[in-house]
């Protein structure tokens, strides 16, 4: 019985040391997208949770000492009218970047392309609130489905121009978000039922990004886990 007692006050004392050594920082982000109509403002928005954890360098051999994870799905707006925008998790035209870590940094600090600080980010993040636009310099990626059964009538909505496929009583898209402890949202294969598979996704991703290398995979463009 000492012996286990030793043994268990041993590895409990480790496992304090380990993670103030190597601490893992966690924040959570509402993003709202809210669009000006002639019916009034239409607003949807999502709570992603992005991870950080650090680890001794030794266990990928050299590689990198953190990895980065991001919880969340895609902002559903319904337009009303049988129309729908959906903000997908990527940005810019064509659904080109796809890196959902960066999203918040991107809003909240001065991003520069190559030089990622994943930590240094989440550990402000973890502690910081307030708003501030959606993805600072980029813009989210905006899409539409004629028939949310069908992945292949995705058509892509260009953020600073949805007249151009709504017409003039869709006037203007914004987009923002909140530093929040809101619970991560799950609530989009409800209205997208396909979105869990990859072929559909696939089919969809096609549409909107042509196959260009670099983005997110057909599946977390809708849903990252």
Do not use: C
């Amino acid at each position: 019985m000492k012996w286990l007692v030793i043994l268990i006050a041993s590895l409990s004392v480790s496992y304090v040391a380990y993670t103030i050594a190597y601490p893992t920082f966690s924040y959570r982000y509402r993003t709202t997208i809210e669009v000006e109509t002639s019916e009034g403002t239409k607003t949807g928005s999502s709570v992603l949770e992005t991870t950080t954890i650090q680890y001794p360098a030794w266990v990928t051999l050299g590689a990198n000492s953190d990895h980065t994870t991001v919880r969340g799905e895609a902002i559903f707006v319904d337009l009303g009218g049988g129309r729908n925008l959906i903000a997908l998790l990527a940005l810019g035209p064509h659904a080109e970047d796809g890196r959902t870590t960066l999203f918040a940094p991107r809003s909240f600090f001065g991003v520069r392309e190559g030089s990622p600080r994943d930590v240094t980010w989440s550990k402000d993040l973890s502690t910081m609130t307030g708003r501030r636009p959606y993805a600072g310099d980029k813009r989210p990626t905006l899409v539409t489905f004629a028939d949310l059964n069908d992945p292949a009538t995705v058509r892509e909505i260009p953020f600073d121009n949805p007249q151009s496929v709504f017409g003039p009583d869709v006037r203007s898209v914004r987009a923002w978000i909140d530093l929040t402890n809101d619970p991560v949202t799950t609530s989009l294969e409800a209205r997208l039922p396909w979105i869990g598979r990859f072929e559909s996704a696939r089919i969809a991703r096609r549409i909107v990004n042509g196959e260009r290398p670099g983005t997110a995979t057909p599946l977390e463009m809708f849903r990252s886990k």
